[in-house]
């Protein structure tokens, strides 16, 4: 017995209509339009329940009577073995999904972290293997949700697709390169990078007829998919303004980027799989919270909750995105290396051209919006540049070479401070004089980056928007004090951190410790008339 004879034993193939019936099979030779007619097949079936009602052990099947598609197994190092729908692989074997292999998850993380070396490719397949593990447990857990295998296949969608805009180094390249090469007020973010960048895969790579092929609706769809990445269109100004699910299926929207309290399968994945190339111990554990997680109706809308009893749980996973953040994502020489970075690619960007669509040329600040040349942009600028014979990038060499030969930029002094510091971004314009009065060098030498810290909610307690429910009443709502799950809790959940850095590096040790005595001088000076956390490092 072959393979395919094998695993689809028990089973009748049909056409895709009556896929997997214990009825007698069709001759294959029936056309669509009889098909429709139930004519030649003994049942007939919505294509998009044909995943619900295979095993997950054949699914070797669909389009066409007798075609294969093919099923493939991905041994992830965090969730073991992954079996991804066959719509998926045909995403992931994109050029616009592959192209999230050479964007490292932790950007500059690497050059600190020798273990951080993994992808947002696999972190993607990771949140998308969530993404289903989720949906699926609440669809087994409460059916009156009717959820649909629509619906399970839109998430797994959004889940494998959400960080298809991300540029080179992932977060420095929209939070620190975009704003300085654009402007502040630019505003733009990755999610919307995901949003155009799935439009020009489905365009690209024709998949609109595969989408429907596995019963998907268009264009309904794929504003879902999107929304769930990138949330509603602004220009949606409705009560309820998403157009992919009605307001009775909210639950879907926090699945994989959670609005309400930063409770979802993204943080999830990278919670558990940072932490592991980190070398850093996550106490969070996510399988609890798909035992214990329910949908219950608040206020007209159906938001995803929890067992009481898990509240400490919560409170773990809050702690744990702060502590990625302090020990690692913000760590003192991980913003040096991206500040660098940064620094190189600024320099270099007017110089190095990208070619986009109709083949007009445009930079890497400018590849934003063009899809064609934003495929293109990946950490391997980084090689591109240092490489280059072009002397126009020949200082934004010197910075990458300096780097590469571990020759940082002078760190200074960082501290903390509370998040409602006053004027805190007028009190380091009053730090940078002091250091250039004292150590002779220009204002343009010196970094000085204020970066917010926090449980995920900026100064609010993310608690607070966590809905619980009791064993005894599974469909009643409950909000837990933290005072109810301990008195050892944080006050505050927000916080700022003030680094410095020098870029000149012909900085002598003595200019140095310069520095760092206005630095101190300020730090007293505004502790005395605020309250920051501890002093500065």
Known sequence: MGHFEEVTAGYEMCCPLCLFTSKPQCDGQTDQAERADGDGCREQLDPSAVVGMVPSSVWSLVIGCGALLQQVIFNDPIHGHIEMHPLLVRIIDTPQMQRLRFIKQLGGAYFVFPGASHNRFEHSIGVAYLAGQLI???????????????????????????????????????????????????????????????DHMIKT????????????????????????????????????????????????YEIIANKRNGIDVDKWDYFVRDSHHLGIQNNFDFG????????????????????????????????????????????????????????????????FMITGKNGIKCTMSRAIDDMVAYTQLTDCV?????????????????????????????????????????????????????????????????????????????????????????????????????????????????????????????????????????????HDELRNRTDPAPGPN
């Open 136 to 198: 699926k447990a609440l669809a087994e857990r409460q059916p009156d949700l009717d959820i649909s295998q629509r619906d399970i296949l839109c998430v797994k969608v959004a889940g494998l697709c959400h960080d298809l805009g991300h540029g080179p180094f992932s977060h420095l390249f929209d939070q620190k390169f975009i704003p300085k090469a654009r402007g502040n007020d630019f505003g733009w973010k990755h999610e919307e990078g995901s949003r155009a960048m799935f």
């Open 288 to 351: 609890r919270f798909l035992r214990f997680a329910r949908v219950c109706e608040v206020d007209g809308t159906k938001p995803i909750c929890t067992r009481d009893k898990e509240a400490g749980d919560m409170y773990d996973m809050f702690h744990t995105r702060y502590t990625l953040h302090r020990r690692a994502f913000q760590h003192r020489v991980v913003n040096n290396v991206e500040s660098m970075i940064t620094e190189a690619l600024l320099l270099a960007d007017p110089h």
């Open 382 to 522: 980084f090689e591109n540049i240092l490489n280059s014979s072009d002397p126009a990038l020949s200082k934004a060499q010197e910075i990458l070479r300096n780097l590469v030969q571990r020759k940082l930029f002078k760190f200074i002094r960082e501290a903390r401070f509370a998040e409602k510091t006053e004027n805190l971004e007028n009190e380091t314009k009053n730090l940078l004089q002091k250091l250039v009065e004292a150590t002779r060098l220009k204002a343009e030498d010196f970094i000085v980056a204020i970066i917010p810290m926090d449980y995920g909610k900026k100064e609010k307690d993310p608690f607070q928007n966590t809905l619980f429910y009791t064993k005894e009443n599974p469909n009643v709502t409950i909000k837990i004090s933290k005072d109810q799950v301990s008195h050892l809790l944080p006050v505050r959940f927000a916080e700022k951190l003030v680094q410095v850095y020098c870029k000149n590096m012909e900085m002598d040790a003595e200019t140095v410790k310069k520095a760092k005595v206005q630095y101190e001088v300020w």
């Open 205 to 252: 790579n024709k998949l609109e007829g595969i989408f429907q092929d596995y019963g998907l609706v268009l264009p309904k769809d794929l504003d879902f998919i999107k929304e769930q990445i990138a949330g509603p269109e602004k220009s949606n100004k409705n009560p309820w303004p998403y157009k992919g699910r009605p307001k009775e299926k909210s639950f879907l």
